[in-house]
C-alpha cells in the first residue's frame, strides 16, 4: 500500500498557518480542528515547518507563558521529513519511528498535496491485516465460515 492510497480514504486536506501565527492562534486552529498538528506555510502550498502539541509544551515548559505571544515560527519544527504519494506504507513506518514523528507532510514537486498522521498510519496497515485474514480463513476454511 502506498500514501496515495492513504489520502484517497482520509482526503488531502491540510490546515496549515502562516509563519506569524501567534502560539495563541495555533492552539485554536488545533483545537478547533481537533488535529495535532499543523503545517507552517507561508503560501499555503510550501512546506516552511511543522507546528505540533508537542512543540507547544516544550517551549511552554522552557520560556513559561510569554511564548504564547510569541510567533509559530518560535517553536516550530523547520527540519520537516516530507513523504510522496509513492511512499510505502512500510517506508512511512519505518520513518515516524526512527525519526520519532508522528505527522509527515505529503509533497509532490514542492507542493503540499496532504499530511499523513502515525494514526492514519496504524488504521491502514489494520485494515490491511484484516483483510489479509480474512482472505487466509476464506482460504482454509474453503470460503465456509
Do not use: C
Not at 522552557?62 to 520537516?80: D, F, L, N, Q, W
Not at 498522521?117 to 480463513?137: F, P, Q
Amino acid at each position: 500500500m502506498r500514501i496515495s492510497d492513504v489520502l484517497r480514504g482520509k482526503g488531502t486536506q491540510v490546515v496549515t498557518v502562516t509563519p506569524d501565527t501567534k502560539v495563541r492562534e495555533l492552539l485554536a486552529v488545533l483545537a478547533e480542528h481537533r488535529i495535532g498538528a499543523v503545517v507552517v506555510s507561508r503560501d499555503g502550498a510550501s512546506v516552511d515547518g511543522i507546528a505540533s502539541e508537542r512543540d507547544i509544551v516544550r517551549a511552554f515548559a522552557k520560556r513559561g507563558a510569554g511564548v504564547m505571544s510569541e510567533p509559530v515560527t518560535a517553536i516550530y519544527t523547520a527540519e520537516v521529513h516530507t513523504i510522496t504519494p509513492d511512499t510505502s506504507l512500510e517506508d512511512v513506518m519505518r520513518i515516524m519511528t526512527e525519526r520519532r514523528i508522528r505527522h509527515a507532510p505529503v509533497v509532490v514537486d514542492r507542493g503540499l498535496l496532504g499530511i499523513v498522521s502515525i494514526g492514519d498510519v496504524v488504521k491502514n496497515r489494520i485494515d490491511e491485516l484484516e483483510t489479509e485474514r480474512a482472505a487466509l480463513t476464506d482460504y482454509i476454511t474453503g470460503g465456509a465460515r
